[in-house]
Every structure is written in C-alpha cells, then in structure tokens.
C-alpha cells in the first residue's frame, strides 16, 4: 500500500529532523534557496493568475505547484524545518542538540531569503521592463498587498501583532500538515495529493508564511508599495516567523509526535 500509518510517517519525520541537522553546511543552504526560489515563483505565478482572472480562488488552487515542486526535489523551507528538526532532540538521536537545530534554522532563514530576494528582483524587472517604466497590473498588486500587510496591521496597534502573529500560526499548522503529508504516502501523486489540501486552504485564507513574504514584501517595496524596509521587519516579517515557529511545532510536529511516539500507557478493561 502506498499509504503509511501515523506510526510510520511520525517516524519518517523525527528521521527527516535528524538529517537536517547534521547535513552540511553547503548542502542545507542550496537547498533552502532553491526551495525560497521555487516558492517565491509560485507567489508570483498565484498573483498573476488572481489579477487576470479577478478570482482569488483560482490563485489559491494553482499556489500549491510550488509547494510540491520543492518538496519532491527535496529542498527545505524553514516552515518545515521548525516542525521536524526539534522532534530529534526531543527523541534523544544521538548528537542531536538545540544548538544543531538553531544553527539549521538560521542557514535555511539564509537560504530562504536569497531564494526569495533573487526572484523578488527578477520579477520586478519583468513588471516594470526593467524598471523604465511603472509596475504593470501584477506589479501593482504585489505593491498592495506589501502596504494592507504591514501598515494595514500597525494601523490597529497591538491589535494587529495579535493577529498577524495569529495568522502565521494558523499559516504554519496548515503548511506543516503539508509537510507531513507528502511522508505519509510512498507515491508522487499520494504526496501531491497529501500537500495540495493544506497548501491551499493557508494560501486562500490569506495566513502569514514567512517565506512567501520574503518574495512578497521585498519585491513590493522595487515596485514601489507605499511600507519601509523597517515596517516589513517589525509589523510582518519577524511576528510571522514567530507565529510559524509556533503553530508548525505545536500544532503539528509535538502533537502527532505526543500522541503517536509518545503514546500514553493504554486503560486498563473495565
């Protein structure tokens, strides 16, 4: 069967955190910028599709491809890296520390960034013919969404922290099920299958990701949204990062690895 059991793919994800954090250096940052790249790609490609079509919901359908083209060459987003790599050390693998997993969050953070970054530009040299003329529709948007994510949310204050960081818990519950997903099948199309559900409902709800917004915001600002370099750290980019690291490891990686590893004894027959 192409389907694996709670049991089995819980395992698969303590085995996915152990190889993060030993894998070098080289290696994890490649694939931590080709992942934010890929992302970055499909961001742009769901904007697209929404601005020509007027329908956010074909966006939000078609969002996914990314996520699944990343996943199955094997790259690494830090959403996925909050959920797995901390399941090692709570396993005890041997060599398995906090240190190894902060050191692998802080090069996939890199990694991810210069992903996005270099897509950001790229894009923002296709919406403005290389930047001799004003952004096109898509450009616009982009600019837009920068201004309602930032400002929109200092606008209401501590508020608006609440419900930004909210918004990238909820981000990182539905994008680590994702990650999860794509173990609990042995097929390409059960894992497709398995991430295209989560992926969508966070896109099409409008959740905070961390990496979506490091191709968003950045590439906002070329295009000339109305936000600071400083509005898109304090009132986006740093909350949501905290957001995601909650929701992805409490909602995802502690409780299937509490209750599926970590069992508790079973009752005693009446």
Not at 67 to 96: E, H, I, N, S
Not at 100 to 117: D, E, H, Q, T
Not at 125 to 141: C, D, L
Request: proline share 4%; aromatic share 12%; hydrophobic share 55%.
């Amino acid at each position: 069967m192409s389907y694996l059991v709670p049991t089995e793919f819980v395992t698969k994800m303590i085995d996915a955190g152990e190889s993060k954090i030993f894998m070098s250096t080289r290696d994890t940052v490649i694939r931590a910028y080709m992942a934010g790249a890929i992302l970055a790609l499909a961001a742009a490609f769901a904007v697209t599709v929404t601005v020509q079509t007027g329908n956010p919901l074909i966006g939000a359908i078609l969002f996914p491809v990314g996520f699944c083209m990343l996943y199955l060459m094997g790259f690494d987003l830090l959403t996925g890296v909050f959920t797995l790599a901390p399941l090692a050390v709570l396993d005890k693998r041997p060599g398995c520390t906090w240190g190894g997993v902060l050191r692998n969050w802080g090069l996939v953070f890199v990694g991810n960034f210069a992903g996005a970054l270099t897509v950001a530009l790229f894009m923002a040299i296709i919406f403005t013919y290389g930047f001799s003329e004003a952004p096109n529709a898509v450009g616009q948007k982009i600019g837009h969404i920068g201004e309602g994510r930032t400002v929109g949310y200092a606008a209401h204050g501590a508020a608006g922290m609440l419900t930004l960081f909210i918004r990238g818990v909820m981000c990182n519950w539905m994008v680590s099920t994702g990650v999860v997903a794509a173990m609990m099948s042995t097929s390409v199309s059960g894992k497709v299958i398995g991430m295209w559900m989560p992926i969508l409902v966070f896109f099409y709800m409008g959740f905070e990701h961390s990496v979506v917004n490091m191709f968003l915001f950045p590439s906002g600002l070329m295009l000339g949204g109305n936000f600071t370099l400083m509005d898109y750290l304090l009132w986006n980019e740093i909350p949501t990062v905290v957001g995601n690291l909650v929701g992805g490891l409490t909602f995802v990686g502690l409780t299937l690895y509490s209750t599926h590893v970590r069992t508790a004894p079973k009752r005693a027959p009446v």
